[in-house]
């Protein structure tokens, strides 16, 4: 016989072999026992969690010539014929190729039929969710009132999709996700049933990754027995379900503790590089942080820790953590899947993110200053009360009898922090735009590759999010999506030399790079436009002189002729 996946192997007989559903089972298993079955049946519920085989064990226990409480026997002639698929009263329908009208009317013509072997004329529909309006209309009648021997059970992942006059027919079953315990405990049975070797981790791996679906942790657990040979591994488990290995994680999160972007970086790439999944890597990431949560509470909490991914490596770096910085670091992590799951750059997402939390900047409350005010200091409050009296005198007696500059004080610098416009060099911006071409343009950004190779992993995160906009044939206009990343570049002289260098020798002649925030670009290239600047006024950009108004029959004859056969003479 060919082989069969394990979730067909061991797809369950009877209500009794159905994981982690006992409310439903148990419901299902009296109203056979007593005779009180409904005429139909709605199962919703995630992937995987036993809806199509319970549909199948309630088809046969309501046939089967010989039920044990509920049970059917798996022994008589009906039984045997559900389990081998050839019980022609029982019919089983997917919605999702079969949703029109046409296919519907076709099952209300047959319903009238009585079963040809068994008590009662089955019909299982899987993914009900996926008929059409007109299938649902054609269907409401037989299914509020059909014959007495037919059994309609309706099966779906998506009941929000299902009207309600189809739902208020029903009897509803909500199949909830199956726990990782209860997976573990199946997956164990399984193996050893098989005399497989297994390591422990690797079940706690496979049943994480299933997501509280059974048939997707027996999938998993089939291809990682497939990759090793019939024995299940912890190396086999993470390679088949994308997971992080321990020294991976340890290895990125010690960097964060650190406070080491550059060796953060470099983990993340390697972790990228081995084909780990960037959303899978952030679900580990705040899983860890989670459980450096609750073992720096100190409290009962502590033994709800997840062992599987709470090394004793890990456990070493956890002082290293407040509880500050890890509420910190989960509300980073959040930010970021949401922009990953919507963005097909979620290398660049997940160097951002590194960065951000390797050198977190928190916001504390400004407790210490309320405390200083309630420690009763009413000297520092006299003494500042005294400072004021005496300065509006002096206010006074300047306003009186003028300033005198020999006595007056040298007022302090105060150093601000430059903004973006003051930090914009437009005198080279317009250099570039004087004389740019879109074959300088594709040049630049044929080079970019290897530009970025040949800076350091900090630099090459930071210009992963800037792109030339702008080319001519001795400058380069370079915009940053983020004015953070632009200020940081601007300031930085000795890497602006450096990159400006770096393009130079990949152009094979002296070039320019200017930076610009993209934010501010349109508007730059808008006044540039509007000034009409060219290379004779590159070095007076900030206002243009005011043109001689000209007749427009004048101008129409110079741009005929030019200006050597056009004299133009004032009246």
């Known amino acids: 016989m060919a082989y069969q996946a394990l979730y067909r192997v061991w797809r369950p007989q009877t209500f009794s072999d159905v994981i982690g559903q006992d409310v439903i089972t148990q419901t299902l298993r009296n109203a056979v026992a007593s005779h009180m079955t409904s005429h139909a049946y709605l199962f919703s ?18 046939n089967c010539l010989n039920p044990h409480d509920g049970e059917p026997c798996n022994e008589c002639e009906i039984c045997i014929a559900a389990n081998e698929n050839r019980l022609n009263d029982v019919i089983e329908i997917d919605a999702a190729s079969n949703n029109g009208v046409e296919e519907i009317r076709d099952i209300r013509d047959k319903v009238k039929y009585a079963p040809t072997e068994a008590k009662f004329k089955v019909y299982i529909i899987d993914e009900v969710h996926m008929l059409s309006q007109g299938a649902f209309n054609a269907l409401l009648k037989t299914l509020e009132e059909p014959p007495e021997n037919v059994m309609f059970i309706l099966a779906t992942t998506e009941p929000q999709k299902i009207p309600a006059t189809i739902i208020s027919r029903t009897q509803s079953f909500n199949f909830r996700r199956i726990s990782r315990l209860d997976i573990l405990k199946r997956m164990t049975f399984i ?107 100190n409290s009962d909490l502590s033994k709800q820790m997840d062992n599987s991914v709470m090394t004793q490596e890990l456990l070493d770096i956890a002082d290293k953590f407040d509880n500050t910085r890890l509420f910190y670091i989960v509300d980073q992590v959040s930010a970021t899947q949401k922009n990953i799951k919507n963005s097909n750059q979620t290398d660049i997402y997940m160097e951002i993110l ?55 004080p ?84 000795t890497f602006l030399k ?12 002296d070039c ?44 129409e004859a110079l741009k005929l002729f030019g200006n050597d056969v056009v004299d133009v003479k004032d009246d």
């Open 45 to 62: 519920g995630p992937r995987g969690t036993g809806k199509t085989s319970c549909a199948k064990i309630l088809a046969k226990a309501v």
């Open 191 to 297: 193996l050893d049933d098989k005399n497989i070797n297994y390591d422990e981790e690797a079940l706690n791996i496979i049943a994480a990754s299933a997501e509280g679906g059974m048939r997707d942790a027996l999938s998993i657990l089939d291809q990682a027995l497939s990759y090793g040979d019939d024995e299940l591994t912890l190396k086999n488990a993470q390679e088949v379900t994308g997971a992080l290995s321990n020294e991976q994680i340890v290895s990125y999160m010690t960097a964060i503790a650190d406070n080491k972007p550059a060796e953060a970086l470099t983990s993340l790439y390697q972790i990228l590089a081995s084909g780990r999944s960037a959303l899978r890597f952030t679900e580990m990431i705040i899983r860890v942080c989670r459980n450096l949560i609750l073992y720096n509470s």
């Open 354 to 408: 590194t960065v951000k939390i390797s050198e977190p900047k928190i916001t504390q409350e400004k407790q210490p200053l309320i405390e200083s005010t309630d420690d009763g200091n009413d000297t520092e409050f006299d003494k500042l009360r005294d400072e004021i009296s005496h300065l509006q005198n002096q206010v006074k007696s300047l306003s009186t009898n003028g300033i005198n500059n020999s006595e007056a």
């Open 410 to 493: 040298a007022p302090k610098k105060v150093h601000r922090r430059a903004n973006n416009n003051a930090r914009l060099n437009k005198t080279a911006i317009y250099k570039v735009l004087g004389s740019a071409t879109k074959d300088d343009l594709v040049s630049a950004r044929d080079i970019w590759p290897d530009l970025m190779s040949m800076l350091s992993i900090t630099q090459r995160a930071m210009m992963k999010v800037a792109e030339p906009v702008a080319a001519s044939s001795d400058g380069i206009v370079v915009a940053f999506d983020y004015a953070m990343w632009f200020e940081q570049a601007q300031d930085d002289t």
């Open 498 to 509: 450096e990159l400006s260098d770096n393009v130079s020798r990949l152009m094979k002649k």
């Open 512 to 555: 320019q790079i200017v930076l610009v925030p993209k934010a501010d670009w349109p508007n730059i290239r808008k006044e540039y436009i509007h000034n009409n600047i060219d290379s004779s006024n590159q070095n007076n950009v900030e206002s243009k002189k005011e043109t001689k108004k000209t007749d427009p029959t004048v101008d």
